[in-house]
Every structure is written in C-alpha cells, then in structure tokens.
C-alpha cells in the first residue's frame, strides 16, 4: 500500500497512507464545524485538499491568475531576530526590492502600543524617510498586548495574581481598568503614526490577553475610525477563539468571550476595520491534513461571511502551518494553496 510523506502539526514529518489522510481531512473539517457550529467542507474541497496534500512535488503554488495580496506583521523586526544586522529602512527595501512585498509594515522592535507611545516622536520620522524610499502601501503596526498594564511592569494589579485567589471581582475590575489605558495608548500612537502618512494600521496578534484586550481594540479602531474614516485598518487575531479572561464583556450587545473567527468579523466590521486577519491554532499531536482542513473550513466561514477582504494568519503555528521555528517548506505551501485555492480568500 503506497504511503504520502507529510508532517505533524510540529513539523515532525510521517507517513501516511490514502484513507488515513482522506480521514483526518474528514475529522479536522469536523472539528471545526463542532466547535464554531459553521458549515463543514464539500465533497470538492476535500477532494481538493486531499489532491494538494498528496502532490509529489517539494512545493507547490496556486495557478496563474489566482494569486492573492501577502501582507506581513512586524516587519521591520524579522531580520533583527535572525542576527542578522540590518536597519528598518534596509529590513523594507529586501522585502520590496528581494522578496517582492505586496505590502510593508513598520514596526518598533518591542511591537506593542504601549512602549511605543514615548518614542512615537523619533518612530515618526523614520517612517517619513521609509516612504520616500519605497513603493508598496506602508502600514505600522503594533499589539495591543494587554499584559504591559498589569503590574509589575503597569499600573494595574494582575489578573493572573487575583484570580487564584479567587478575587474575581478585582481581576475584572482590573481588566477595565487596563482598558481604558490601552485605549489610550493605541488611538495616541496610531494617530500620530497615521498623520505622519502611514498608509494603514495593523493591529496585530489580537486578543492574546482575551476578551478585555479584543474589547480594547474593538473601541481604539472605533474611535480611530470616527476621526479618520478614510483610515485603512488591518486586525490580525491571536487565536481562533476569544479567551473569557474577564468572562462578562460585551460589545454592541455581543459576548466577547468565546467568539470564533466568524463572529470576531462581524464586530470587527462594525467598528471599521478594512482587513480582517482570522487565526486557527494548530493541534500539534495532530496531521497537517487535519489541521489544514480544520484551518481553511473556519477561514471559508469567515469568507463567505465578509463584506471586507480576509487575509489568513498563515505562520508558525496557525492556520495549518507547523509549530516549528523552521518552517517546511511544503507543509507552508501546501496549507497557503489550500487556504486560496478552497477559500477564495482575498490575501495571506
């Protein structure tokens, strides 16, 4: 019986025969439909799945005429954390002049609102500089990064420290409290980036501290959007599902907590973002046909649902990429063809 090389979701690469691909890509889609009660894939998007797992070659792309925007987080960083010693303006000019870049994104080297709120002033004008020396649409970004305002290193008591003491009522009220900084902080910093001609904002890695930082950033970009309507706003999740840290936020009538990525897009939408970005973490111990197929059925939701262009999160550790610091190159392919191929997503 002939088998396909293919990987785990940790990159550990394993055989697999046909029909136990054909049910793990079966059982992934299935997961992803019991848990966010969504629509499973059809019989051609399995089988399509199936034919771009099981290919022979080393990598593979989408046809001609169906490729799709690639937008990145923190770009100005990347190189820095391989070692290798470059400038932010040098890091943009090799991903537009080397790596052809859709778009670029410029970023502080902690990448969170917070710390740059005081440093804003010397971030204006390199980026000025960046956009006189590039072509592609210039975004910044940051996260919201909710646990910079939890002591010791914020102003607020930690949640984290109160909650095993069961001082509930105390870690909510912290959590509020860490919301109106971070508010703050983030409408600061990215209209003061905005104004000094970014052509977007990203607001990266979402939701990572749960619902009080998905309800932080769902009023920033409300409140960013009623003073520049025209802005362009990029929302990328942590995770496929809001953490109920808090447990009792609502927006706009709605629970934060518990939401799946179709439902993040229906606030997200409502509040002005202009590019929504869902995430779908990875079941290491499982195949990457499973995690592909349970990846691309919740992105599909998310597309069939959306009035605003959808690009997935595909990197180490989301939307059927292994959780592995070097990426294999044919796993990383074959899960970004799948997601445009079966999706018809607007961008990665």
């Keep these: 019986m002939s088998k396909y090389m293919t ?59 169906n490729e799709v925007v690639v937008s990145y987080d ?6 820095n954390r391989c070692n290798v010693e470059v ?20 970023a502080h080297i902690d990448y969170s ?5 005081p440093i804003v002033v010397f971030e204006q004008p390199r980026f000025e500089q960046a956009l006189l020396i590039t072509i592609p649409p210039l975004f910044y970004g940051a996260m919201p990064n ?26 909510r009220e912290s959590y509020e409290k860490q919301i ?23 607001f990266d890695t979402t939701a990572a501290a749960g619902d009080a930082e998905f ?16 802005m362009c706003i990029q929302m990328g999740m942590a995770s496929e599902f809001v953490l109920g840290m808090h447990g009792e936020l609502y927006y706009d009538g709605v629970r934060l907590a518990g939401l799946y990525p179709h439902k993040q897009l229906e606030l997200a939408e409502k509040v002005g973002v202009r590019i929504f970005g ?8 499982q195949s990457l046909p499973w995690n592909v197929a349970r990846s691309v059925t919740f992105v599909k939701a998310c597309v069939e649902k959306a009035k605003i262009p959808i690009h997935a999160c595909m990197g180490m550790g989301v939307c059927g990429v292994p959780l592995t610091l070097s990426v294999p190159v044919d796993a990383l392919t074959r899960a970004s063809k799948a997601m445009v191929d079966i999706t018809r997503l607007d961008g990665l």
């Design 278 to 285: 869902p995430a779908i973490n990875i079941v290491t111990t």
């Design 180 to 202: 109106e900084h971070s508010v703050k902080d983030m409408v600061y910093v990215a209209s003061r980036m905005y104004e000094a001609g970014a052509d977007g904002i990203n």
């Design 215 to 230: 309800y932080a950033t769902l009023k920033a970009i409300e409140t960013l959007h009623k003073k520049y309507p025209q």
């Design 146 to 171: 909710l646990g910079l305002y939890s002591q010791p290193d914020g102003p607020c008591p930690n949640p984290g420290d109160l909650l095993p003491k069961g001082q509930i009522k105390e870690a």
């Design 7 to 65: 990987q785990m979701g940790d990159g550990y690469r394993a055989e697999f025969t046909a029909e136990e691909i054909k049910t793990d890509i079966e059982e992934g889609t299935q997961d992803a439909v019991r848990r966010g009660k969504i629509e499973p894939l059809g019989e051609e998007d399995k089988r399509r799945l199936f034919e771009i797992v099981t290919r022979p070659d080393r990598s593979v792309g989408v046809d001609r005429g």
């Design 113 to 117: 609102y917070k710390p740059v709120k």
């Design 87 to 106: 400038s932010k303006l040098q890091s943009l000019q090799i991903y537009e002049r080397l790596l052809g870049a859709d778009t670029l994104e410029f």
């Design 74 to 79: 923190s770009g100005t960083t990347k190189f």
